[in-house]
């Protein structure tokens, strides 16, 4: 049975002390990649977690009511990397973070990659995101540069090319 009053004499007079303070134990989270613990710090984006083991561990995650709760990852639609939100003259957008290797450059829809069906390119096999350009929108192959096949764009979805068969 817990109780609220001391147990014994020592317990008494550590209560009696003016500067003893009993409070709730302090949560330890720990770090998933290296298993040492977590720590909040401060950043110029605000408090996030960071692994106390670093640099010999990145990882890091987001300050959500107190607790570390890491970000959602999205990865590359063509070689499965992360993709990370990038700025280009005050526009986000999505980009692989295998780059150069991968072109792969998605939009950004309220703060994630704008996800789009699978259109599949009539060229290589591949398919098509949707982009905007100087132009205003359009569809271009996951594989640019190797594809360079393009769709105009028509109220968000590929506008197929006429076919040029003859009648």
């Known amino acids: 049975m817990v109780t609220d009053q001391p147990n014994n004499e020592w317990e008494k007079e550590f209560l009696d002390q003016a500067e003893s ?3 709730t134990p302090m949560t330890r989270y720990l770090c998933p990649k290296c298993k040492n613990e977590l720590t909040l710090k401060s950043g110029k984006k ?3 977690w960071g692994c106390s083991h670093y640099p010999e561990c990145d990882y890091t995650a987001d300050n959500v009511d107190g607790r570390p709760v890491r970000k959602k990852r999205y990865f590359c639609p063509s070689c499965q990397n992360p993709l990370r939100k ?3 003259n005050g526009k986000a957008f999505w980009g692989c973070t295998n ?3 991968c072109k792969v450059t998605l939009e950004d829809d309220n703060g994630v990659p704008a996800t789009t ?3 599949p390119c009539r060229v290589c096999g591949h398919y098509l995101v949707r ?3 100087a132009k205003g929108y ?4 996951i594989k640019y540069p190797t594809c360079r096949n393009t769709l105009d764009d028509d109220q968000g979805l590929p506008r197929p090319r006429k076919s040029k068969k003859k009648s």
């Not at 359009?138 to 192959?141: I, T, V």
Request: with cysteine; glycine share 18%; charged share 40%.
């Open 21 to 23: 303070k009993i409070g």
């Open 86 to 88: 990038r700025e280009h």
């Open 99 to 101: 780059y150069p290797e």
């Open 117 to 119: 069906k699978k259109y």
């Open 138 to 141: 359009f569809w271009g192959c």
């Open 131 to 133: 982009k905007k350009g």
């Open 46 to 48: 605000g408090e996030f």
